[in-house]
């Protein structure tokens, strides 16, 4: 093919890190493939030289052997390819590869002008800290739970929670629109129930309503979220995509704090060979998707991240990236107030701590149960 | 807990396959779990007795071993805790156990009711057929490529493709709205140049542009397509979510041909332990979310999936599902002419086939090329 035509690029570029399975020489064929698969799509003979070949492919940086018989790849691109946006970037970096066995994107490593292009969490750990007003012992978060409950009987579950000393009452992820809770009646209940318990306490817990909701509807619930006082907003990015999460985050007249919930991302992480690290997935992307707070399943849970994987979600919540802003991660899934002391030993204070039935097993009383839970951290 | 109010309840129930890993009893301890992992989400104790336990609950209707050490598990839920909308469904069926290996999600089997809720694809097969003229025989598609041509280099490559007989050019779905070839100006060239090419040739090739774009500009990019002539979109419910797409196909106004590219979803079908079938995955979940062509990997070719999962694909995008239209199966991914007459054997005439780069490799004159394409399937 003849040369392409002079490009205008800025010529910055900036490295994802894979891990590839194989022998040396299969995962050099592997770090290869994935610079033409994720760029141009096309035969490495059939690509044109000039520009293209020089910038727009990618290119394999280094190439290392780990201990457990992997290989790490540093494959960079040049950040106009990306996009400045967040969908072609996950396309970029995990598009077609995703469907490649073996492969499996460890890190981001995001130069400081293509990270300019997203605003990331727009509260991040110190903005939501300063709305809850602590300023520093692990937050404490809890679900509105079971689905199939009345709006009328899950508020009353959210005025205990609040009374008790819960900073975050957050509805259950499957509770959606079903006509035994509907949204807009159940948001107006449950928010006035958290108000009212604040007047009593003189706290500042604030409820999250889920709004992981059909496309067409989704702004405008958490719009109608905003206006009956909800004071953030849960989102499951697997279900509605990262980048309305993204949206939802940079909408200035929205402007709450967004929890991210992990459901149906769990299939990026069950495979060690394939798929995204925790480290990137709940940790990185979740903060340029601009997620505040990432829920994922605690060690020693009813699920299965094992404590190493959930220290690697901690240091991506936090890792430096230019001006996105360090994120709670948020260990939830299984847990009990038993268990607090020894979590409060392995997360530190920069935390948010989510037991749903657990805050229900511990005593008949949920106001004093909570106030336990509160005693424990403070 | 005490009993929970009386459910105003449909009492129909939707049965959802999963194919569980480990022995008898580790199967069916699964298989419990799921019932409550997806819907109260409580310890089984604290299950309110009453509706919920009796309806909101799942149900384990049957669990049957399998021939390769594995169980299948027949496990329904009450329609209504659906809430009849995508997101909340997919969340239902496969939210939190995604992050729970051994589980994979076979096949979904939705009553009436609630696939009355979904419109599906707009045109299915028969009306794609009909958009494009061609009645009967395979239908060609091939990829605007590489990534770094700009719009009018792409739009040339469109002209000829047209003219050489294809019936659908796409963008490559790494194509969003880079400097090298923006959004627009690609969109209105390429499109002028196919409609061009139709006016030569007689026949109704259609350009499908590339909208998985982020979630404030992704309906104009679809407004202005279809204002600028392309007969169709090419969408990534991987990178923009599964109910965006659902979004875009249920829009009135815009009212045309999706095409659904598999980018960043390959981690849902990566592991044969867990995830989501190729069936339900590329088959009826994109035929739910509005897909009238679901693109995939084809066996044989640069990427891993087996013969027998692209068949099952094939069966998923016509299996009866009440009034969603059956949709064409689309494999591509390093296809070459020499395989054609291979792959019309294996698929017959109820398909789409994707070549991309292999179009270019054939020969150094692409409306030959093309012509070729055209008369191993006519």
Do not use: W
């Amino acid at each position: 093919m003849q040369p392409s035509q002079a490009l205008d690029l800025s010529g910055e570029r900036f490295v994802v890190v894979y891990h590839l399975t194989g022998a040396a020489a299969e995962a050099a064929a592997k770090a290869r493939d994935i610079c033409l698969e994720q760029t141009v799509e096309f035969p490495d003979e059939l690509v044109p030289d000039g520009d293209i070949r020089a910038h727009i492919l990618g290119r394999v940086e280094s190439l290392e052997p780990l201990a457990n018989a992997r290989f790490a790849a540093r494959i960079s691109y040049t950040i106009e390819t990306a996009g400045f946006e967040l969908p072609q970037l996950l396309n970029l970096v995990f598009g077609n590869i995703s469907l490649k066995p073996g492969i499996r994107l460890e890190r981001l490593e995001l130069s400081p002008r293509l990270l300019r292009a997203f605003a990331g969490p727009r509260f991040g750990r110190a903005g939501l800290r300063e709305r809850l007003g602590v300023p520093q012992r692990p937050l404490l978060c809890t679900a509105l739970k079971p689905m199939g409950l009345s709006a009328t009987a899950l508020a009353a579950l959210a005025h205990q929670f609040a009374l008790g000393g819960i900073d975050i009452v957050k509805d259950d992820h499957g509770l959606a629109d079903q006509p035994f809770a509907p949204y807009r009646e159940r948001v107006q209940r449950c928010a006035e129930a958290v108000e009212r318990a604040n007047q009593q306490t003189g706290r500042a817990c604030i409820y999250m309503p889920n709004v992981s909701a059909p496309a067409d509807a989704l702004l405008d619930h958490a719009r109608f979220a905003k206006a009956a006082g909800a004071g953030g907003l849960l989102i499951a990015p697997g279900l509605v995509g990262l980048d309305t999460m993204r949206q939802l985050a940079d909408d200035e007249q929205i402007a709450l704090p967004l929890m991210a919930h992990p459901a149906f991302q769990g299939s990026f992480v069950t495979s060690a060979d394939s798929g995204i690290s925790h480290y990137a997935l709940f940790g990185q992307i979740a903060r340029l998707a601009g997620a505040d707070a990432s829920i994922y399943p605690n060690y020693g849970g009813r699920f299965s991240f094992s404590h190493a994987e959930c220290n690697s979600i901690v240091e991506g919540t936090a890792t430096p990236m230019a001006q996105i802003k360090p994120i709670f991660p948020t260990p939830g899934g299984g847990m009990s107030l038993a268990r607090v002391a020894e979590m409060r030993g392995s997360y530190g204070d920069d935390v948010i701590f989510l037991i749903g039935g657990g805050l229900h097993t511990h005593g008949p009383d949920l106001v004093k149960n909570c106030r336990h839970f509160l005693s424990l951290v403070e």
